[in-house]
Structures are given as structure tokens and as C-alpha cells.
């Protein structure tokens, strides 16, 4: 097996390259592999449905937050200005 940056001689189990240093990237399964390509992207889909709802249920929070602190400030103050 030879590097793939310098085309240098590779030890059989190197995780980089001793002449230029590259990590050694093999024949990459991941994109290879259809089956895995998928799995990986219904992954990255899972991570960004998890994010989404994190993002939603946060700014769900701050609305709901909000909305109790209008309630709130119309309820301590209103009584003032009804005077
Ligand atoms: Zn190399």
C-alpha cells in the first residue's frame, strides 16, 4: 500500500504516513458501502431533527416566558395606570 498525498511505501498497519505525515485514509467503507452511506446520513438527519426540536422547544420557552412576562408586567402595572 502506498500513500496516497506522496505516493511513499506504507507500513501494513501505519495510521499515517512516515514520509509526509498524512493520516492514512485507507479505501474508505463509508462511501463505499452504500448501506453505510446511508446509516450515516439518517444519522447526521437524527442529530439535526434532535438540534431542531432543541432550538424549538427553546425558543418555545422564551416565548412562553415572554408572553407570562407581558401577562405578568400588565397585571402589576395595569392596576396602576387604571387608577
Ligand atoms: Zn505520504
Avoid: W
Avoid at 32 to 39: G, I, L, N, V, Y
Avoid at 43 to 66: C, Y
Amino acid at each position: 500500500m502506498n500513500c496516497l498525498y506522496c505516493g511513499g511505501k506504507l507500513p501494513a498497519e501505519a495510521a499515517f504516513c512516515p514520509v509526509c505525515g498524512s493520516p492514512i485514509v485507507g479505501e474508505e467503507p463509508e462511501t463505499a458501502d452504500p448501506m453505510t452511506a446511508s446509516r450515516r446520513r439518517q444519522r447526521r438527519v437524527k442529530q439535526g431533527l434532535i438540534i431542531a426540536s432543541a432550538v424549538i422547544g427553546a425558543s418555545a420557552v422564551v416565548a412562553t416566558a415572554t408572553t407570562l412576562g407581558i401577562v405578568y408586567y400588565k397585571h402589576t402595572h395595569g392596576g396602576l395606570t387604571k387608577k
